[in-house]
C-alpha cells in the first residue's frame, strides 16, 4: 500500500503544551500556598475593624486642649492683700491685675466654639538674676481641670515689657492669653520663671 506520511510536529506540540499546563499548575499551587502563609485567607474571614460603628469617628481637639495626663494642680500659693503670691524661691512676686474673657481680641482671630481668656499680669524680680518669662511654659487650668498651654503673643502684645528680659529690681506687665471653650472657666494659673524651680500656682478672680 502506498506511504501516507505522519504529520509534522504533531508529537512535539503535544509534549510542550503538557509542559505548558504543568508549569501553569504548579505557578498557581504556589499562589494559593503564598496566599495562605500571609493570612489572606484569615483577613477575608475577620470583620473589617469599626465597620458599622458610626460612633469610632474621632472628634476634633476642643479649643487650647493640652492636658497632661497625670498632672494634678499644686495648691495656689497663699497671696497677699493685693492677689499677689511668690514664687518657692521667692525670688518672684505674682500679680494678677485681671481676668477678662471675650470671643473676638484683637490681634487675633475670631475663634470658632472658644473664647480667649485674658489675665493682665505683673511680675516684679526680686532675685539677682535676670528673668526670661516666656509664654510656653505658663498654663492655666480651668474649673474642670484642664491644663492649657498660653498662647504665643502677637506682635503687639509681645511690646510689653512681661515678654523682655526683666532685671533684678525691675517690674514686668503684660496679657497672658489662653483659649478656652465657651463653657469653660479659668481657675488657677501655673506660672514658671526658672525650669529649676517649681511652678507657682495662683488662684484666679472671676473673669469679667
Known amino acids: 500500500p ?3 506520511p505522519t504529520t509534522p510536529g504533531r508529537r512535539p ?5 503538557l509542559v ?3 508549569i501553569a499548575t504548579v505557578l498557581a499551587i504556589m499562589m494559593v500556598v503564598a496566599l495562605a502563609l500571609n493570612g489572606y485567607f484569615d483577613r477575608e ?3 473589617v475593624p469599626g ?3 458610626q460612633g469610632s469617628v474621632g472628634e476634633s481637639p476642643e479649643p487650647g486642649e493640652d ?3 497625670d498632672s494634678t494642680p499644686i495648691e495656689p500659693a497663699p497671696t497677699d492683700e493685693d492677689g499677689a503670691a511668690f514664687s518657692a524661691d521667692e525670688a518672684v512676686r505674682y500679680e494678677v491685675d485681671r481676668v477678662h474673657c471675650d470671643k473676638e481680641l484683637p490681634g487675633r482671630s475670631t475663634s470658632t466654639g472658644g473664647r480667649y481668656c485674658v489675665v493682665d499680669l505683673a511680675v516684679e524680680n526680686r532675685g539677682e538674676a535676670p528673668i526670661d518669662f516666656g509664654s510656653e511654659a505658663q498654663k492655666l ?3 474642670d481641670k484642664r491644663w492649657l498651654k498660653a498662647e504665643t503673643p502677637t506682635a503687639t502684645e509681645v511690646r510689653a515689657s512681661l515678654w523682655s528680659t526683666i532685671d533684678p529690681g525691675e517690674l514686668g506687665t503684660g496679657s497672658v492669653v489662653f483659649l478656652l471653650t465657651v463653657d469653660e472657666l479659668p481657675e488657677s494659673l501655673e506660672l514658671v520663671h526658672h525650669p529649676d524651680v517649681d511652678p507657682t500656682s495662683i488662684r484666679l478672680p472671676a473673669p469679667e
Open 45 to 47: 474571614a475577620d470583620p
Open 67 to 69: 492636658a497632661p495626663p
Open 13 to 17: 506540540g503535544l509534549f510542550w503544551g
Open 141 to 143: 487650668v480651668t474649673d
Open 51 to 53: 465597620a458599622g460603628d
Open 2 to 4: 502506498p506511504h501516507r
Open 20 to 22: 505548558a499546563v504543568a
